[in-house]
């Protein structure tokens, strides 16, 4: 009796107190009754509710404060290279994108107002064989071997294999190629690429000669000859200015390294879109009679840009266009745009005869000086300097002011016409200052209502 009594004053009050707590019905404890399944679920669910909160609350706040503590140790300079290196590989994945990219059709011909601002540097007369456009061939020898060449051993990456430890390439060139590479392995991952020969030393490059006529000596009664359609002389070689390399493969399936590479499949990739790192194929399909040598799809030249992109647009040879460029020179400068938009000035500055030479360049813009090494015993020439100014993303062109003709007009009014003319000159030097990035260039007034020269390298301007 005692204990029923209890029992209910006992359930009495659990029943009081669960409502005082506002606990609904299901989470309710009823001593009359057994916890059902439902009850225990929704009890686990709740505690692991609250665990969650107070796990996402605990995070929230480490990860706020480790991040304001990163910005207030990040140094200027980190932040100015971290936005960079992000710039960067925005720059690369949209290179990639665009590709293929619009070809340089035109070349227009500027008075050399163009450059108004001007210096002279001076070069020596060896200067003349040094350069990233320097020509060597059958009948220019090159006069470097070794001088500027880095192992790229030092600069190896993931993107490509040697073929030899000792493969090395000129210091201009490396960066350039590396880039390639990377887009190109960006583009189609791991593949079978080896750069098989860079530089090669006079040497070398006998030795070369002299095991390719053996080669030749069994099946061919001119053996000399035939050697010399695939192997340059020693000294006339391209590779010893460190400025070229061949491409070959190395296959997987433990085949012998040798003449794999063909520029088809995936390799394509690499001859049509090394002219915009600075590469040609040196020795083009149908030009053998320029350039002495048979088609060689494994053999790229570095001549940097903007020269590289119109020599593979236009299919010409490293020969003939610096035919055009010798041409070009005093107030016949040539202004190219390149794939990306971008105005380049060159002309060219005949090499002194004897000592040194005064070359005019800009003050205000960035500007490269090549020799082209067209000197050898049997010309009079003394070759000469191509320099490459780089313009920028914005060129207008205006015409020169017309001057009046001489008359038999009173001297009061010549001096008005003067006065003019002068107001004129000065307003419009006034307005051409103010523009920012804006390279005003002067066309012949007898080419007045032309707005440029289109200019074709079979066809002249």
């Known amino acids: 009796m005692i204990d029923r009594r209890y029992k209910k004053s006992?359930?009495?009050?659990?029943?009081?107190?669960?409502?005082?707590?506002?606990?609904?019905?299901?989470?309710?404890?009823?001593?009359?009754?057994?916890?059902?399944?439902?009850?225990?679920?929704?009890?686990?669910?709740?505690?692991?509710?609250?665990?969650?909160?107070?796990?996402?609350?605990?995070?929230?706040?480490?990860?706020?404060?480790?991040?304001?503590?990163?910005?207030?140790?990040?140094?200027?300079?980190?932040?100015?290279?971290?936005?960079?290196?992000?710039?960067?590989?925005?720059?690369?994945e949209k290179k990639k994108t665009d590709l293929p990219k619009k070809r340089v059709t035109k070349i227009t011909a500027a008075n050399m107002a163009v450059l108004r601002d001007?210096?002279?540097?001076?070069?020596?007369?060896?200067?003349?064989y040094k350069g990233s456009l320097i020509l060597v061939n059958k009948d220019y020898p090159s006069?470097?071997?070794?001088?500027?060449?880095?192992?790229?051993?030092?600069?190896?990456?993931?993107?490509?294999?040697?073929?030899?430890?000792?493969?090395?390439?000129?210091?201009?060139?490396?960066?350039?190629?590396?880039?390639?590479?990377?887009?190109?392995?960006?583009?189609?991952?791991?593949?079978?690429?080896?750069?098989?020969?860079?530089?090669?030393?006079?040497?070398?490059?006998?030795?070369?000669?002299?095991?390719?006529?053996?080669?030749?000596?069994?099946?061919?009664?001119?053996?000399?000859?035939?050697?010399?359609?695939?192997?340059?002389?020693?000294?006339?070689?391209?590779?010893?200015?460190?400025?070229?390399?061949?491409?070959?493969?190395n296959l997987s399936d433990g085949g012998k390294i040798g003449i794999n590479y063909d520029g088809n499949g995936v390799y394509s990739w690499l001859n049509e879109n090394c002219s915009d790192y600075g590469f040609i194929i040196r020795y083009r399909e149908g030009k053998e009679s320029i350039t002495g040598y048979e088609y060689e799809p494994w053999h790229f030249r570095y001549v940097g840009l903007p020269h590289a992109q119109y020599i593979e647009d236009h299919g010409i040879t490293l020969e003939e266009y610096l035919?055009?460029?010798?041409?070009?020179?005093?107030?016949n400068a040539i202004l190219m745009q390149d794939h990306d938009g971008i105005y380049w000035c060159i002309y060219y500055v005949p090499a002194s005869a004897e000592g040194s030479t005064d070359i005019p360049v800009p003050k205000n813009y960035e500007y490269t000086i090549s020799g082209d090494n067209r000197v050898n015993d049997d010309s009079d020439g003394s070759g000469g300097f191509i320099v490459t100014v780089k313009i920028g993303d914005h060129v207008e062109e205006v015409p020169e002011p017309s001057v009046p003709e001489s008359t038999e007009e009173s001297s009061s009014e010549s001096s008005e016409v003067v006065s003019e003319t002068e107001?004129?000159?000065?307003?419009?030097?006034?307005?051409?200052?103010?523009?920012?990035?804006?390279?005003?260039?002067?066309?012949?007034?007898e080419t007045e209502s032309k707005a440029e020269y289109i200019f074709d390298p079979l066809e002249g301007i």
């Open 118 to 128: 001007m210096t002279t540097v001076t070069k020596e007369s060896e200067d003349v």
């Open 423 to 445: 107001n004129s000159d000065q307003q419009q030097e006034s307005q051409e200052q103010s523009k920012e990035n804006v390279t005003v260039i002067s066309i012949p007034e």
């Open 10 to 92: 006992y359930s009495k009050r659990r029943k009081y107190s669960n409502s005082l707590m506002g606990m609904p019905p299901l989470l309710s404890v009823d001593d009359n009754k057994p916890v059902s399944y439902k009850q225990q679920i929704a009890v686990m669910g709740i505690v692991l509710l609250i665990c969650g909160a107070l796990f996402a609350c605990v995070y929230l706040f480490l990860f706020l404060a480790s991040g304001q503590s990163e910005g207030e140790d990040q140094t200027p300079a980190q932040a100015s290279s971290a936005s960079a290196s992000k710039k960067s590989n925005e720059s690369s």
């Open 143 to 249: 006069r470097l071997d070794g001088e500027n060449v880095e192992l790229m051993l030092d600069h190896l990456t993931d993107d490509y294999t040697l073929s030899y430890f000792t493969v090395g390439f000129a210091v201009d060139m490396i960066d350039p190629f590396n880039s390639m590479m990377k887009d190109f392995s960006d583009q189609y991952g791991d593949t079978d690429i080896l750069v098989s020969c860079g530089y090669r030393s006079y040497e070398t490059q006998q030795e070369l000669m002299e095991n390719e006529k053996e080669l030749n000596s069994d099946d061919d009664s001119e053996s000399d000859n035939t050697a010399e359609k695939w192997v340059a002389p020693p000294g006339y070689s391209e590779h010893q200015t460190g400025l070229a390399l061949d491409f070959d493969l």
């Open 323 to 331: 035919d055009i460029l010798s041409d070009r020179r005093d107030d």
